[in-house]
């Protein structure tokens, strides 16, 4: 994995809030400040960018500036469907019409700021598309405004690829998006080639996904990894912690796949540095994720390969602890 | 729901083990003792057998008349693909491709079975496909062999519905089969009409799926509720207890989804009695099946139908208060 | 249960945040308002107050005027330890001696509040207490610091009670007053008469606790519980959720149980209503729990007390379907 | 850590069985066979035996004969509180007060086998201790029983020490003793200087703990750490996988503590190899264990208290990345 180009969403070099502190961990950043600060990561060379959060009808051409002043590419804008309280009720899915021709409006006008950025992809991250309580959503109909929705994003610029975030909870307590296979199922109902998945590493986790199998499926199913955000958590929920701090051998194994399918897309952080200084955790999740892929570009291929061809564990087992701990 | 017809796998009126206590928490039962017991439930009229446990080469003469005497009506066959010495490495997944030939060649034994038997239906639990630790499979590969053996199976005989019953972990930490939408995507590969899924109302709950939406999900894409397995469970592993002992409103809200999108199938019991009685275990599970029905057939369909439309939540919690607390 | 008493936490009539909606999903309530519409809900006697967000140094005054006002009681102050940037390494546990200081500090100014205001009770809710990375707590220095400061609170005035509430993650990824045994391991290392344990449904249930077997174990060691917390979820995490709107069974045996072991203090509602109208969900959580005293106290003793002597799980499941579903 | 002393369960190097493949996954080995092939393992010099299993009331001079034999020592018994179907309803928390009696005799039994083999330790695990259901448990009185009789236990030879293994599920879906916080409570109850805990890996995973933490509770509360078992899994179930093969940071943090705590216990192997040669895991399991061992011998003790100290995660996480991953 030579060529590996690693980005991080620009708000992760900053502060951030939970349902206690709301005001956040830590004093706000400005715009060109988050720029400034993912520029002295040098492995970093692309950004990923919020709708709302950093991109507002307005500041296009600012940005474009930021971008060019720091030498950063566009990796992918993540419109806004979670952050405005007219989305609680959901985006796509929304049971209001009007909220879901919004959703599909703003996904459009991020489309174009991303082209007019120098991008080719979105992010859709539909968090609020879900449901919270039982008895509360019409499953069938809401899916099917929800594939509606994103089809019709899909086909508005053909040229830029759209790819689904898919995660099993938070903010609903059951997401419509929530796993590999569910994401898969919608892009075979909207059906265009430019539209793919995101693994977020953590989001597999909390979904009980092995991640490395969640490449391999989205490599079986039609090729359909298109980008994919980095992180650690304890499984149970999306902790967005540093990359590699807590699930050493999943990690590994995930970078392994992604140099086996050919993955050829961004490496991009996305961590929630609550304690700690965003810049350095970023900056050490970065870190992380090159050496998991020195690590994979180091290992025997072809024993790796026979000992996935063999399975048989006690021989895995010493491999993998031969290679981590050395004894 | 008037016309429901309830089954139950014939084991669950006898013993069962664990790890721990493999002889069994009872005494075993004969055979024709387990069909003895379960004519026992009057409201039982179809049994599932499960190969080997009860199905061999050699008895389906003696279980005819089992279901004869009885007036017990074959609703499947289970083949057994998970309690055999040789699948331990998995059946249709397995790395030896003997063992994968094996896998096919059994299911078809069952389906002729099950044809003599008078049923019309398989339902395919793979348990021992999949993996257990990291860097144990070729995900790709043993995914397409999977999906390969299925469609060979289900090609055998097109008037012989067979349906695959998914579940996220145990007997392998991993299961490839694992999630509703997971087993979507295997239909869709197998593409033949006579696939379908089974729902085990536990499994959809330790995937954490909310099992009336896995109800829809299967509705919306092509219709592909074929079976249903009921008990209940603590959420995060398969303990397989009476139905409607822990979810009162999960259950209610399945058997909704159940009249709403006319399942028409058998609902069958799926319980491991390991301290009770199988026989009071299975009767008292077809008596809560029996009330979430007739509570689903009281309940004001347009006003669920508006709650559900609305999502309004301290309103629907009121509702469903009044109908289970009567204050 | 005749006499119960009934309150809420005064946010909860308001408007809350998540991390991805920062500035709330509903518009800001005043203090005045919070009130105000407490006061709409008969059933409601008393209130809650959280630390900063709603008693300052210098409101003490204003406080008693709207409890006056509304004849509201106060029934517990929940210092702050969770919602300043300070705590955002922890309080009592703190690794800075001066932020340790401050936790003991503003508790002991809490209690004056409360004192103040005619209550007797605060809530510690240190959730910032604990880590979030391995190797990073010195787990016994932290644990000792975090004793130490809440038996310095517990001895400032003995006739204030001091409970605390447990929760095993949120906001850290590992609490250190995780459970109930947690808890009762800490009251003993305190070794005050008025320090006790805060129950809150929901944290019990993500701890994998039956919520009814932690009113037990704190009535078994020392009758400790001081304090209920109501909520629901899906087991996973704190949802906050209405009352009884996901585990009927686990509510109802909880309040079985704390009739059974006589407990006399509030109990209070503790939700997040992220999409709800706060005084609609807060009204319905209070209906719910009124719903299961009523149900408890037409339950016939003696049989329940019988099947709880003898365990027989069909029987009880019957039991329980019949009181549920009537039929 | 440089006298560390490895055992085993003896069981681990044989066959096991689930609840589907009752008959095991591989074929019965003799219990002249499975010291055969412990033996085999020079790293291990101890072997923990089994109640039942491996121990019954005719075969103690054999027993002694293949300890000699072999050269291994006796590191403890585990009595038979899980595997007989006696014990369906429970052992020291039975409802029926034989069985409570015959749970306690037991145990002494054992105790003298022990002090016969030349051990000093016996391992409890009352696994049935618990319950299934709600409203099936009077959780005060099935508790006092279950203390009183480990105090019965405890008292018989203070010279024994009885160690308690805690897990939170399985076989029961609610155990007693179920977190190392609830073991520190029954241990303070039985009030002998004999009685201490046994951290099983595994299970303080289940109960969501950090195992390095479990081992630092019970050291600050009397220094209760007693014995250890190994393994790994995918925390919501106990796997019994090989050590090591899936937490990396957490085995290598526990044993940090371990070190750190002065632990001078046996380190045994609790695996269960379902399609893993036993010997073959065992052996790998232990090899883990030993590098694990290593490593934090020659982790910089004076760099990782300061990492400890001061709680930075991002330089935290490097220390750990170019330990593990050598860039």
């Given at each position: 994995?030579?060529?590996?180009?690693y980005?991080?969403?620009?708000?992760?070099?900053?502060?951030?809030s939970?349902?206690f502190?709301?005001?956040?961990?830590?004093?706000?950043?400005?715009?060109?400040?988050?720029?400034?600060?993912v520029?002295q990561?040098?492995?970093?060379?692309?950004?990923?960018?919020v709708?709302?959060?950093?991109?507002?009808?307005?500041?296009?051409?600012?940005?474009?500036e930021?971008l060019?002043?720091y030498?950063?590419?566009l990796?992918?804008i993540?419109?806004?469907?979670?952050g405005q309280?007219?989305?609680?009720?959901?985006s796509?899915?929304?049971?209001d019409?009007?909220?879901?021709?919004?959703?599909?409006?703003?996904?459009?006008e991020m489309?174009?700021?991303?082209?007019?950025?120098?991008?080719?992809?979105?992010?859709?991250w539909?968090?609020?598309?879900g449901?919270?309580?039982l008895?509360q959503?019409?499953?069938?109909?809401?899916?099917?405004w929800?594939?509606?929705?994103?089809?019709?994003?899909c086909r508005?610029?053909?040229?830029v690829?759209?790819s689904l975030?898919?995660?099993?909870?938070?903010?609903r307590?059951?997401?419509y998006?929530s796993?590999?296979?569910?994401?898969?199922?919608?892009?075979?109902e909207?059906?265009?080639?430019?539209?793919g998945?995101?693994?977020?590493?953590?989001?597999?986790?909390?979904?009980?996904?092995t991640?490395?199998?969640?490449?391999?499926?989205?490599?079986?199913?039609?090729?359909?990894?298109?980008?994919?955000?980095m992180?650690?958590?304890?499984?149970?929920w999306?902790?967005d912690?540093?990359?590699?701090?807590?699930?050493?051998?999943?990690?590994?194994?995930?970078?392994?796949w992604?140099k086996?399918?050919?993955?050829?897309g961004?490496?991009s952080?996305?961590?929630?540095?609550y304690?700690e200084d965003?810049l350095e955790?970023?900056h050490?999740?970065?870190?992380?994720?090159e050496?998991f892929?020195?690590?994979?570009?180091?290992l025997?291929a072809?024993?790796?390969e026979?000992?996935?061809r063999?399975?048989?564990s006690p021989?895995?087992?010493?491999?993998l602890?031969?290679?981590?701990l050395?004894?």
């Open positions: 994995m030579n060529k590996t180009q980005s991080v969403i620009l708000s992760n070099v900053g502060s951030c939970d349902r502190l709301t005001e956040g961990y830590d004093r706000p950043y400005a715009l060109s400040e988050l720029f400034e600060r520029a990561i040098p492995q970093v060379t692309g950004v990923e960018l709708g709302t959060w950093h991109v507002t009808e307005s500041n296009v051409k600012e940005l474009k930021y060019e002043r030498g950063l590419q990796v992918s993540i419109p806004d469907h979670f309280m007219k989305w609680k009720y959901g796509f899915a929304a049971k019409r009007a909220v879901r021709q919004q959703a599909v409006a703003h996904a459009k489309i174009d700021a991303a082209v007019e950025l120098g991008g080719d992809l979105i992010s859709l539909p968090g609020q598309d449901y919270d309580y008895f959503a019409d499953y069938i109909q809401e899916r099917d929800f594939a509606e929705g994103v089809k019709e994003v508005y610029r053909p040229d690829r759209v975030e898919y995660k099993p909870k938070e903010p307590t059951h997401c998006l796993t590999a296979a569910n994401a898969l199922l919608i892009t075979q909207v059906g265009t080639d430019n539209v998945v995101t693994i977020d590493f953590g989001h597999a986790l909390n979904a009980y996904e991640p490395a199998e969640s490449v391999a499926l989205l490599k079986k199913h039609g090729n359909k990894l298109f980008h994919v955000h992180n650690d958590n304890f499984r149970h999306d902790d912690m540093i990359v590699g701090s807590v699930h050493t051998i999943e990690s590994l194994e995930f970078f392994y992604l086996r399918t050919a993955y050829s961004w490496l952080i996305d961590q929630y540095p304690r965003g955790a970023v050490e999740g970065v870190r992380a994720m050496a892929g020195h690590v994979v570009d180091s025997p072809e024993k790796v026979r000992l996935i063999e399975g048989r021989e895995t087992a010493a491999f602890r031969e290679c981590l050395r004894v």
